[in-house]
């Protein structure tokens, strides 16, 4: 098995998965740690028992012999930290969002491209309960796709950093949190035609963690409709003023219904014509003819994010949600910000090839016959 040598960008709260996923992996190991302050770097190294670390991102990708790097950094920092390690040649795992702006996300995935490298840019999907989800995503289990419905809502980040300050993030919540919704969005579905979207500053004056008061001028409040080429509208919500987390997934078809992290079930079924085989019925938002299907471990290659990324180091292959999925997502996440700024819609111009058939099956044609 090929040894594989990491370098970290980035030394904040996001980067500590990754050593820790790291250090659970067979001959995989961080040689460096990188942040704009040495003492940063020098304590995330000294955490997780990596032996060097810098001040300068580029002088860790001079000095040290890698495979690849993460790059954990502030969202403002993505660009032009992935760039810096495409241009030399190396693989990258970024954290989301890409960038912060479409355009920078655009190019970053060209350079990959141009050079044959590895560029897997987070959300990372292939959790057992939607990967079994996509067993179901078929006209014999749901009928034809009517609609869907993804958010993820929470009270609000509980730090006060650079969170909530616009000049530094460049964007709140559509950037941080409704790139989740909208990848799982397009994981499933495919890419999208279309997105219209309402977004502001619901809470300007916010308590944070320790009860401490901060001026917030970034998004914290956006719902968007995603429309697909057969009709079919999505609406895409994430809120940062909610009581308590929510992030669940909701695809309907005409004979029946997938959810997703809804209600306390992973995954569940609505399939009133028929029982779904081998999974266990269920009562789900007080409704029968529901079934919870069994989940099964996920892969070795798709454990975790960081064992995905390793399996497409050492095998060559691309990421199942490739770089021109997530390009896609961040063209909508984007276009919901000009949307709301023009009130009017913003038509997607990216495309990409889903890894599962649901583009090549019948699912979105809802017009050709009586349903």
């Known amino acids: 098995m090929k040894p594989i040598t990491l370098g970290m960008i980035g030394s904040g709260d996001v980067s500590n998965r990754y050593f820790e996923q790291a250090a659970k992996a067979e001959q995989v190991r961080f040689a460096a740690t990188s942040a704009r302050r040495m003492e940063n770097a020098e304590r995330k190294a000294k955490q997780y028992g990596v032996p060097r670390w810098y001040d300068d991102y580029n002088a860790m990708l001079e000095t040290e012999r890698l495979d690849a ?82 958010q993820l809502n929470i009270p609000g980040p509980p730090r006060d950093n650079w969170y909530y300050n616009r000049a530094i993030s460049h964007g709140g919540a559509i ?9 799982r969005l397009m994981t499933l579905l495919g890419p999208a035609r279309s997105i219209v979207a309402e977004v502001n500053t619901l809470i300007p004056q916010r308590i944070v963690g320790g009860g401490k008061r901060v001026q917030s001028d970034v998004d914290d409040n956006a719902t968007a409709i995603v429309e697909f080429a057969g009709g079919q509208h999505a609406v895409v919500r994430t809120l940062w003023g909610t009581s308590f987390r929510q992030n669940s997934t909701l695809i309907y078809g005409r004979k029946g219904t997938i959810a997703l992290n809804d209600s306390g079930f992973p995954l569940v079924i609505h399939s009133p014509e028929k029982p779904i085989e081998g999974a266990k019925p269920v009562v ?24 995905h990324f ?9 990421p ?18 000009r949307s709301a700024e023009t009130g009017s819609r913003y038509v997607l111009t990216t495309d990409f090839e889903p890894f599962h058939p649901v583009r090549r099956s019948g699912l979105f044609d809802t017009r050709s016959e009586f349903i």
């Not at 057992?128 to 009928?143: K, S, V």
Request: proline share 6%; net charge negative.
């Open 69 to 150: 790097v993460f790059v954990t950094t502030p969202h403002s920092v993505h660009a032009e930290a992935v760039m810096a390690a495409l241009e030399k040649g190396l693989p990258v795992l970024n954290e989301k969002p890409m960038a912060t702006t479409f355009e920078d996300c655009r190019r970053m995935v060209e350079l990959a491209e141009r050079k044959g490298l590895i560029l897997m840019n987070l959300p990372f999907d292939l959790q057992p309960a939607l990967t079994t989800a996509l067993r179901y995503l078929n006209e014999d289990t749901i009928g034809k796709l009517t609609g869907a419905e993804v």
């Open 175 to 183: 950037l941080d949190c409704m790139v989740y919704p909208l990848s």
């Open 284 to 307: 789900w938002r007080g409704l029968e003819h529901c079934y919870a299907p069994d989940l099964p471990a996920p892969v070795e290659s798709e454990r975790d994010i960081l064992s």
């Open 310 to 318: 390793v399996h497409c180091l050492r095998t060559g292959e691309q």
């Open 320 to 337: 199942r949600q490739s770089a021109r999925q997530q390009l896609h997502v961040h063209e909508a996440m984007f276009g919901a910000y």
